[in-house]
């Protein structure tokens, strides 16, 4: 496809969105709280809970372990302002997000939550085992029924074969489907316009009820990923739920001088709000997915939702600026989805391109020695680096077995990166 003008493509969004699709049932997309929250797609929330970073503590052995009050105290919140919609999978926070979210919502009414689960079948595919996690995910939440089930993580034909076409396991959930238990039946995506077109060819014999993608507005600029990906789903007339709407979280730390545009057009907006609201205003978004680990993100959120308002034309254009801005910085596109991790040897991936990228947005990334306070900073910089990623844990460990780059579903040459960054720290070390 050749390369869509933004501004026409958003343009077109944001007139459709102001029409309609914000609210249903007849609720007034204007009115405030729970209803205006509300979708045409089967009464979903227009923002879903995303519980692959659920707040942590110390347990008493020392290790970091679910914060189940706060989670049930997330999730009261939530669904007491209208978020129904909850999106865990078998593999996230070591395996225990399944076990974690069942027990906060199960202290509601069934009626009151969508369970959005998934097939993470990765080291395991046989028929056997990938019924067994299907069924392990029912007897956690205590349910006869899931709401949405995810093929997690496919790519494009290969990856759907592999795992699921050539197991026979797609005959055993189509007729989970048919009988109840699957409401909705899709895939998350993590690939390239060639392999989500490979996929939507097995619509016909599937019939996708829902895609989950990335999609973001620095991810719709640049190449027009999100952009080809939203359109052909659409096409085919299959609701989009949006993952990673901010990026992994970089979208709300975005450099200085870029969010000061956005405090400028609305002061009483958040940052990360605007990416929130990109997502929301396409009109064939099912629901938008934020990982909520502290309330200050859900209260947040809650703003931006409840009386949610699309983007406007001039609001697209802005964002357009700050996405060509931010693809000129000197970023990694790590999203922290921790599909690399754990490293065999120990390396904090995820950690170490948060501080590079937090430093890069905060203006702290030092060039050259006639930067001023260079010692300053420069001691500083190491230290902070000492003290946010542990020694054992720092980028001079990696022997680029390439294991990470295999598993990152953005596709960063992870190794080649950390190799770059332990050359700077030590320059920086060496003065």
């Known amino acids: 496809m050749d390369r869509r003008d933004f501004l026409k493509t958003t343009g077109l969004v944001a007139a459709a969105t102001s029409l309609g699709g914000i609210s249903s049932g007849g ?10 929250m509300r979708r045409n797609f089967k009464e979903v929330g227009l923002l879903g809970y995303g519980c692959m970073r659920w707040p942590k503590v110390e347990g008493k052995d020392g290790k970091q372990i679910i914060d189940q009050e706060e989670v049930n105290r997330l999730v009261d919140e939530a ?38 689960t ?19 995910s029912l007897e956690i939440f205590k349910t006869d029924h899931i709401d949405y089930y995810l093929l997690h993580s496919i790519s494009g034909r290969k990856s759907f074969d592999t795992r699921f076409g050539d197991t026979g396991i797609m005959d055993f959930l189509l007729k989970e489907r048919s009988a109840g238990h699957i409401c909705n039946l899709g895939f998350s995506f993590h ?74 057009a609305d002061p009483d907006k958040s940052v990360a ?38 983007l406007t034309g001039r609001e697209f254009e802005l964002l357009e600026h700050i996405a060509e801005e931010i693809s000129k910085t000197p970023l990694i596109r790590c999203t922290s989805c921790h599909y690399c991790m754990p490293c065999q040897f120990g390396i904090d991936i995820p950690g170490i391109f948060k501080f590079y990228n937090d430093r890069v947005n905060e203006g702290s990334y030092l060039i050259t020695k006639e930067q001023k306070d260079y010692a300053r900073q420069r001691r500083r910089f190491l230290a902070s680096y000492d003290k946010a990623v542990g020694t054992l844990s720092q980028a001079d460990h990696c022997i680029s077995c390439g294991l990470c780059a295999k598993a990152c579903p953005q596709r960063i040459p992870i190794p080649t990166e950390l190799r770059k960054i332990d050359e700077y720290i030590e320059k920086l070390k060496r003065g």
């Open 273 to 310: 709000s605007w990416a929130f609201r990109f997502a929301g205003s396409f009109p064939n978004v099912l629901t938008v997915l934020s990982g909520m680990t502290y309330r200050e993100h859900l209260q947040d959120n809650l703003n931006t939702f409840c009386g949610f308002k699309p």
């Open 191 to 264: 690939g390239d316009a060639a392999g989500m077109e490979e996929l939507l060819a097995l619509h016909d014999k599937y019939h996708w009820d829902f895609i989950q993608i990335q999609m973001n507005y620095l991810d719709w600029k640049v190449e027009d990923v999100a952009c080809q990906l939203y359109e052909a789903v659409t096409a085919k007339g299959i609701p989009v739920i949006v993952m990673e709407p901010l990026r992994g979280g970089a979208l709300a730390s975005i450099p200085a001088v870029l969010a000061t545009e956005l405090k400028a």
């Open 79 to 116: 669904i007491a302002n209208g978020v129904n919609y909850f999106d865990a999978a078998p593999v996230y926070l070591g395996g225990e997000c399944e076990r974690a979210t069942a027990e906060a919502l199960s202290r509601h009414p069934r009626s009151e939550w969508l369970l959005a």
């Open 27 to 36: 609720n007034n997309a204007q009115g405030n709280g729970a209803s205006a």
């Open 118 to 136: 998934k097939l993470s079948n990765f080291s395991n595919w046989t028929y056997d085992d990938s019924v067994k996690m299907y069924r392990r």
